[in-house]
C-alpha cells in the first residue's frame, strides 16, 4: 500500500513534520511514548507484511491530540461533524483519537484510509478493524514504557498471533479490574468467536 498524500510530499517529510509537531505540542513522556509505540508498530508492521513506514507514522501520531484540554476536543469534533460512539463522548479524553486522525489529514496530509483508521480506532479498537489498525492497538498497549504490564506479560503476548494478542490484551484488562468498554468488547466477541471457529473440527471429520 501507499501513503495517499500529495505528491511532492514524502514518507520522510511527512515523519520530520510530524515529529518537530509532536517535540513543540506533546509533553516529554508522551512524545517518548509515542515514538516507542512507532517503533514497535513498524516492526509488527514487519511481522506481519504491512508498509513499515505506514506503521511508523500511524505510531508516531496517535496521540498527537492526547494532551488537548477536553473542552477542545468536544470542539474539534463538534466543528468537524466526527461521529464518535456515545462511550467516548461520556469520557472525552477518549476522543483524543479522532481527533490525533483528524490532525493527521488536515495538518500533515495523510488520507491513508489504513493509517486514519488505525489512529482512529486505537483506544477502544472494535470490531471488523483492518491490519494496521489492530497492529498499533496491539503496539499502544505494549511499548516498552509501559508500566502497567510487566515483561514477562510483553514477552508471552508479542510472540502470539496478532488476534490472539488482542484478546489476551483485553483479558488481562479484565484481569486488572477494568470493564472493557462496547467496542471492545465487541471486537473481543468477533476475534474470540473466530478463534474458535478455528478451532472447530471440519465436519464430516
Given at each position: 500500500?501507499?501513503?495517499?498524500?500529495?505528491?511532492?510530499?514524502?514518507?520522510?517529510?511527512?515523519?520530520?513534520?510530524?515529529?518537530?509537531?509532536?517535540?513543540?505540542?506533546?509533553?516529554?513522556?508522551?512524545?517518548?511514548?509515542?515514538?516507542?509505540?512507532?517503533?514497535?508498530?513498524?516492526?509488527?508492521?514487519?511481522?506481519?507484511?504491512?508498509?513499515?513506514?505506514?506503521?511508523?507514522?500511524?505510531?508516531?501520531?496517535?496521540?498527537?491530540?492526547?494532551?488537548?484540554?477536553?473542552?477542545?476536543?468536544?470542539e474539534e469534533v463538534k466543528q468537524a461533524g466526527l461521529e464518535t460512539d456515545a462511550y467516548e463522548t461520556g469520557?472525552?479524553?477518549?476522543?483524543?483519537?479522532?481527533?490525533?486522525?483528524?490532525?493527521?489529514?488536515?495538518?500533515?496530509?495523510?488520507?491513508?484510509?489504513?493509517?486514519?483508521?488505525?489512529?482512529?480506532?486505537?483506544?477502544?479498537?472494535?470490531?471488523?478493524?483492518?491490519?494496521?489498525?489492530?497492529?498499533?492497538?496491539?503496539?499502544?498497549?505494549?511499548?516498552?514504557?509501559?508500566?502497567?504490564?510487566?515483561?514477562?506479560?510483553?514477552?508471552?503476548?508479542?510472540?502470539?498471533?496478532?488476534?490472539?494478542?488482542?484478546?489476551?490484551?483485553?483479558?488481562?484488562?479484565?484481569?486488572?479490574?477494568?470493564?472493557?468498554?462496547?467496542?471492545?468488547?465487541?471486537?473481543?466477541?468477533?476475534?474470540?468467536?473466530?478463534?474458535?471457529?478455528?478451532?472447530?473440527?471440519?465436519?464430516?471429520?
Amino acid at each position: 500500500m501507499a501513503l495517499s498524500i500529495p505528491a511532492d510530499s514524502t514518507w520522510n517529510s511527512v515523519r520530520e513534520k510530524l515529529d518537530a509537531f509532536l517535540r513543540q505540542t506533546l509533553s516529554a513522556r508522551r512524545y517518548k511514548h509515542s515514538r516507542a509505540v512507532a517503533e514497535l508498530c513498524q516492526a509488527l508492521c514487519l511481522r506481519f507484511g504491512y508498509d513499515a513506514h505506514a506503521g511508523y507514522i500511524a505510531g508516531l501520531g496517535h496521540d498527537a491530540a492526547r494532551e488537548m484540554p477536553e473542552e477542545q476536543l468536544l470542539e474539534e469534533v463538534k466543528q468537524a461533524g466526527l461521529e464518535t460512539d456515545a462511550y467516548e463522548t461520556g469520557n472525552p479524553v477518549l476522543l483524543h483519537a479522532p481527533v490525533s486522525a483528524l490532525i493527521l489529514k488536515k495538518r500533515f496530509g495523510v488520507e491513508d484510509a489504513g493509517i486514519l483508521e488505525a489512529v482512529r480506532r486505537h483506544t477502544l479498537g472494535g470490531p471488523g478493524m483492518g491490519l494496521l489498525a489492530k497492529i498499533l492497538f496491539v503496539a499502544d498497549y505494549c511499548e516498552p514504557g509501559r508500566t502497567f504490564i510487566d515483561s514477562a506479560f510483553r514477552t508471552a503476548c508479542l510472540r502470539l498471533p496478532l488476534e490472539r494478542m488482542i484478546v489476551y490484551i483485553i483479558d488481562n484488562e479484565k484481569a486488572r479490574g477494568h470493564e472493557p468498554s462496547p467496542l471492545s468488547l465487541a471486537m473481543y466477541h468477533e476475534l474470540k468467536n473466530r478463534e474458535l471457529k478455528k478451532e472447530e473440527p471440519e465436519a464430516g471429520r
